[in-house]
């Protein structure tokens, strides 16, 4: 339940940043929780190669590319979801703050046992 809970939550996060982003739109709710389905298994799947292989630049920019790749993992999202788009990296990095802000939120108040 608390899984749900959270994924909920995401969805209308992402769906709050599409309304109040211009460089981001999403179409509808529908779409908004498949964005969040897709983001997940770009971050599960994709992120971790992405973060191995951009160690060096983390390293020497004191973990501040980890905003980046976040961002290119939004962008990456953007190519798989029909009815979400990013209008650049720009708006993709300040999409991911707040994402990352939520889901830090949102994993503090719904923890999983």
Partial sequence: MKTIAKFL?????????????????????????????????????????????AMPLNFISFGLFTFVINALMVMLMDH??????????????LFSVLISVVTSMVETVVKND
């Fill in 9 to 53: 939550l995401l969805a209308a996060a992402v769906w709050f940043g599409a309304e109040y982003l211009a460089g981001i739109s999403v179409i509808d709710y529908k779409t908004a929780l498949i964005a969040v389905v897709a983001l997940s298994l770009v971050n599960f799947f994709v992120r971790p190669i992405v973060k191995l292989l």
């Fill in 80 to 93: 798989f979801v029909d009815g979400f788009a990013v209008a650049s990296f720009w708006w993709a990095l």
